[in-house]
């Protein structure tokens, strides 16, 4: 069970948009739309920002969108935001009632 | 508002037993549209998924981890539990409790963490 591969870092300022990439396997990503986001700020526990590939729970910006194509998904966060400093992780179910995460990815808004 | 709260020794010697407990309030373990799962993150690192437990007691662990996890649930007291055995510094990490969504495998509730040292 292989790590999902997301870039260390990424940046922008504010105002523009970013995007984060999530690479996966055909047993993975590319077999299930069961790909979620995950914002961790320092010291806290993730929280979830998208499930289902590009479904929003109640209460989070619609700025951050998901999306995926083949072994791929993707996180873009628009019109960003000091506050979006923080790190983000993608997850897809691996089959067998697994999970699987990526190494994570810091945003760094300048 | 669901609460999960992680509890346990915050220092393990190399090779013994790392035991966490998970303690559930607003919200029942023994409801079927929810995995109940651990996540650990070394310092610095990633999130890296240890494995879940359903209401049925089935269990479900990483590959990777298998061989040293047991997850059990005791629903008396709304609380899951870790248990990894044969711990070395590479065990070193917060640890977290979290629900999983049946349908569509997500983590919607999140404990606050616990960080275990594994050092002699």
């Known amino acids: 069970q292989s790590a999902l591969t997301q870039p260390a870092s990424v940046s922008g300022s504010p105002g523009q948009s970013v995007t984060i990439s999530c690479s996966g396997t055909?047993?993975?990503?590319?077999?299930?739309?069961?790909v979620s986001w995950y914002q961790q700020s320092p010291g806290k526990a993730p929280q979830l920002i998208i499930y289902e590939v590009n479904k929003r729970p109640s209460g989070v910006s619609s700025r951050f969108s998901g999306s995926k194509s083949g072994n791929t998904a993707s996180l873009t966060i628009s019109g960003l935001q000091p506050d979006d400093e923080a790190d983000y992780h993608c997850c897809s179910y691996a089959g067998r009632t697994t999970l699987v995460f990526g190494g994570g990815t810091k945003l760094t808004v300048l | 508002q669901l609460h999960l709260q992680e509890s346990g020794p915050g220092l393990v010697k190399p090779s013994e037993t790392l035991t966490l407990t998970c303690t559930v309030s607003g919200g029942s373990i023994s409801n079927s549209d929810y995995y109940w799962d651990w996540i650990r993150q070394p310092p610095g690192k990633g999130l890296e998924w240890i494995g879940s437990i359903y209401e049925s007691g089935s269990t479900y662990y990483n590959p990777s981890l298998k061989s040293r996890v047991t997850i059990f649930a005791d629903r008396s007291k709304n609380q899951f539990s870790l248990k990894l055995n044969s711990v070395s510094a590479t065990d070193t990490a917060v640890y977290y409790c979290?629900?999983?969504?049946?349908?569509?495998?997500?983590?919607?509730?999140w404990g606050q963490g616990a960080l275990v040292t594994v050092s002699s």
């Open positions: 979290a629900r999983e969504q049946t349908v569509g495998s997500w983590l919607g509730y």
């Open positions: 055909t047993s993975t990503i590319g077999t299930f739309d069961l």
